[in-house]
């Protein structure tokens, strides 16, 4: 059975070992939509500790917000990555082209994660401007940055979607 890919007009064979970009358009836009759900986590959380809102626990409901966006990227991503390995057999190829930056920021946001749970409860909670210097901070913005980039490095990286302007 053979199908045209609408974003790229390419015939590709449909089975289990198709490319990923055969069903990547969907994919696509399920990390966007998780990822907007992580952001605006970090945004409502970078808000508590700005304005005062935060107390001397590490449990907040701005946390939840925040955590509950990670582990919904990080449970799309390793759930691809596991339903495909399944389908196929192989690691190499189990998450699309753009994604494996976004594993990767998985393991640092959850690294960060532990770290920012262990520096609350040894250091306290930040407060104002201090909140940005933080090394789990940066650690979590790290991930956060690598996770919301892989829609933006698949785009670029599909066949013949991704026009280079030439100035």
């Not at 059975?1 to 490319?19: G, I, L, N």
């Not at 690691?91 to 532990?114: D, E």
Request: net charge positive; hydrophobic share 45%; charged share 10%.
């Amino acid at each position: 059975m053979r199908r045209a890919h609408a974003r790229c007009s390419q015939t590709v064979a449909e089975s289990p070992t198709s490319p990923w970009w055969v069903q990547q358009h969907w994919f696509d836009w399920v990390i966007a939509s998780l990822s907007a759900w992580l952001v605006g986590g970090a945004f409502v959380d970078g808000w508590a500790h700005t304005h005062g809102k935060v107390d001397t626990t590490f449990f907040t409901p701005w946390h939840i917000a925040f955590y509950s966006g990670f582990l919904a990227v990080a449970g799309a991503l390793v759930g691809a990555l596991l339903c495909q390995v399944a389908r196929r057999g192989t690691w190499r190829q189990a998450l699309p082209p753009g994604y494996n930056l976004s594993l990767l920021g998985t393991m640092i946001f959850a690294c960060g994660g532990v770290g920012d749970l262990l520096w609350h409860t040894l250091f306290g909670i930040e407060r104002d401007v201090e909140t940005l210097f933080s090394p789990t901070h940066m650690m979590l913005a790290c991930g956060v940055w690598l996770m919301v980039g892989g829609p933006f490095r698949a785009a670029c990286r599909s066949p013949g979607c991704c026009q280079r302007a030439h100035l």
